[in-house]
């Protein structure tokens, strides 16, 4: 088993370029639009605060209902593909409900799987997590931690609220809290410290009791407050006389058992996080507040971990006034389940570990969300987003008031070199996207990323026909990116699931043959790929070679692709494999 990468993106050794393949030479892909040179920066991987691939329809439906008259406990499930936008969503529906907190206060919270997996107490970190939502200061989503974007407050006001918050709202809870986890206790801890206090005695009793009869009618009617104080009293002498070793084994027969000490911290947990949320969520003054608590990245833990946290799920549902969303890849929660039922599918009536993991899915989630891959027009704006983060233009998130340096002052000093991608550029850019069928979010962008990268390493992408003849030029215009295209051929290879057909085409692409007269022409292609991406097009480009001694084209381009697994067959080439995980 290998992976299909390797550790240097070319061979240091020259190789002659085949008479029939093309070649591309780096003085081309210089002067192929010399307007533009490669951007310095990269797409970064994080939690945006805009929509941009269509969501806010779904966001505004979603944030409607959990506003509405729904103070019962709800479980959703979140589901979509890795990089699809799962957490982008959540923290649009935050904004969406934020902005809606004069009808329905929220509270946000999140519990991140993947950081606690390895933890010794899944439980404890879930519970953790919903004291630290129930118990902090309210902020804005977009102004949370790892969100880009935001607004800012003022600095007196920003310094000054958390504090008048922590007195008003924070130290009254925390006595409430006390109150209704232990409140008869504390009654009887109340009057033994105020009892502590006076320090009465009998004799005190006998005084105070002929003060109040020689004072008058007015003082008798207090006598029901001394015949409290007699009561304690009396208290004080059994507590004297229970403490004697006889009294304290005939109490263990009138006592009924309680096996609450030997149930663990789980219990325990649940009863008080149930409590602090009907005090938090309850004021004394004010409106009823919710809280929505995320569990996100799920589908990054392995497959105990995915069960343990679906375990530990269960400590916060059925509490009022709470909605959690569980985010996750459904394709990884489902096999993790069917994996931990497999032992149990021979026995159960379904005899399949998969339904069985549906049915487990089923009981816990209420309602479910699949996010669809983006349509063009989505896709498309996403790009143009990413582009615009990356081009460094005025406005755009990247830009900064730092000094550049000096191969972007010079850039900046010389109007006619922009950095980033011309519109043509784009434009094929785009039409392979659509081409190869890529609409997850997270690939666009580390195809993004990875394209930069190409161009810083090996100069601009040039033109297949090297600008040799005018009507070539036009008839190859989509072909102009041999570098784009052959990225985008590898990484639409290394993302297939069937493991035959990977394997098929990782030899077609990376050991060039003369093809069976059965292979030629697009509808012989369509036995090689039944799918029609890797066509005659692609062949011709990605099994190109350049000229300047720098290996083929998949030599130079395969290091900068996201890798998959593979296994060598009986001829000892890419057999069947699977996906690295």
């Known amino acids: 088993m290998k992976t299909s990468g390797r550790i240097f993106p070319v061979s240091s050794q020259p190789e002659q370029p085949d008479s029939e393949s093309e070649s591309f030479t780096k003085p081309s892909r ?24 269509n969501r806010t329809r779904l966001v505004e439906a979603l944030a409607t209902v959990l506003s509405g008259d729904n103070e019962h406990h709800q479980t959703i499930g979140l589901l979509g593909d890795w990089g699809v936008g799962k957490s982008t969503t959540v923290n649009l529906l935050k904004q969406a409900l934020w902005a809606r907190r004069e009808q329905q206060p929220f509270l946000f919270g999140t519990f991140n799987a993947w950081e606690y997996e390895h933890t010794n107490n899944l439980q404890a970190g879930m519970a953790q997590e919903m004291l630290k939502a129930l118990s902090s200061y309210p902020v804005a989503p977009n102004r949370r931690e790892g969100v880009g974007g935001g607004t800012r407050e003022h600095p007196v006001k920003a310094a000054l609220a958390p504090l008048v918050w922590w007195f008003c709202v924070r130290v009254p809870m925390m006595f409430r809290f006390a109150v209704a986890l232990h409140g008869p206790r504390l009654l009887v801890l109340a009057i033994l410290l105020l009892l502590m206090v006076l320090n009465l005695s009998w004799h005190d009793v006998e005084t105070m009791a002929a003060g109040v009869m020689a004072a008058g009618t007015g003082a008798q009617m207090v006598m029901g407050g001394g015949a409290m104080v007699a009561l304690v009293m ?6 004297s006389l229970l403490a004697m070793p006889l009294a304290k084994e005939w109490m263990t027969y009138l006592k009924l058992p309680d096996y609450g000490e030997h149930l663990g911290s789980i219990p325990v947990m649940r009863k008080q996080i149930s409590a602090l949320c009907k005090v938090r969520l309850n004021p004394a003054f004010g409106r009823k507040k919710r809280l929505l608590f995320l569990v996100d990245d799920l589908d990054r833990c392995g497959q105990e971990g995915i069960v343990k946290v679906f375990e530990a799920v269960r400590l916060v549902l059925d509490i009022p006034q709470v909605t959690v969303i569980i985010a996750v890849d459904q394709r990884i929660a489902l096999a993790a ?33 699949t996010l669809t891959a983006a349509d063009g027009p989505a896709i498309a704006g996403y790009l143009e987003s990413i582009w615009q983060e990356t081009s460094g233009a005025p406005g755009s998130p990247s830009a900064t008031s730092k000094p550049l340096p000096a191969t972007v002052a010079d850039s900046v000093a010389h109007p006619a070199v922009q950095l980033g991608l011309s519109e043509q550029q784009k434009q094929l ?16 962008k580390r195809l993004h990323n990875s394209y930069n990268l190409l161009r810083h390493y090996y100069g601009e992408d040039g033109q297949f026909s090297v600008g040799e003849s005018s009507t070539l030029h036009a008839l190859t215009r989509d072909l102009g990116s041999p570098m784009l295209i052959t990225l985008f051929a590898l990484e639409y290879i290394n993302s297939l699931d069937d493991a035959l057909l990977r394997a098929r085409l990782l030899r077609l692409v990376t050991a060039p043959r ?8 697009d509808a012989g292609m369509v036995y090689v790929d039944p799918t029609g991406k890797i066509n005659d097009d692609v062949l011709q480009v990605v099994g190109s070679r350049f000229a300047d001694g720098e290996g083929s084209m998949v030599q130079a381009v395969e290091p900068f692709v996201l890798p998959c697994v593979i296994q060598d067959d009986e001829n000892g080439g890419p057999g069947v494999g699977q996906a690295a995980p």
């Open 30 to 53: 210089q002067t192929s639009e010399s307007g533009y040179k490669p951007s310095r920066r990269q797409s970064a991987e994080c939690i945006s605060d805009q929509d941009r691939l």
């Open 234 to 239: 009396l208290f004080r002498q059994m507590k």
């Open 337 to 369: 389940l069917a994996l931990h039922y497999q032992a149990l599918a021979q026995h159960h009536r379904l005899s399949n570990p998969q339904a069985i993991a549906r049915d487990y899915l089923a009981k816990v989630i209420h309602m479910p969300i």
């Open 429 to 444: 850019f785009k039409k392979w996207v659509q081409h190869f069928g890529f609409s997850n979010p997270r690939q666009l």
């Open 514 to 521: 003369q093809r069976s007269f059965r292979e030629e022409g």
